[in-house]
């Protein structure tokens, strides 16, 4: 079964995470995530789907919508 990725929390990679989402990698930075790392699922400028596993470090947590953004996305859109 799926998991189910809320906007508004940080997830620890493990191996679940790896295995559904490490084909693709981070969708920020096109790397892979490591066990362990922190990731959180983003908003951001892709075409098909809203939200998006990403590094933490590549995303900003806006206050007002209680959501995740990816960095560059949520310049863009201020
Ligand atoms: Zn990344």
Not at 16 to 36: D, P, T, Y
Request: hydrophobic fraction near 30%.
């Amino acid at each position: 079964m799926e998991q189910t990725f809320k906007t508004d929390a940080t997830y620890i990679v493990d191996l679940g995470i790896l295995n559904s989402h490490n084909e693709k990698g981070c969708e920020a930075c096109h790397r892979k995530f490591n066990l362990g790392d922190q990731a959180v699922m983003a908003c951001g400028s892709w075409p098909d789907d809203c939200a998006k596993l990403i590094h933490k470090s590549e995303a900003v947590f806006d206050k007002k919508t209680g959501t995740y953004f990816e960095k560059n996305y949520f310049q863009s859109i201020k």
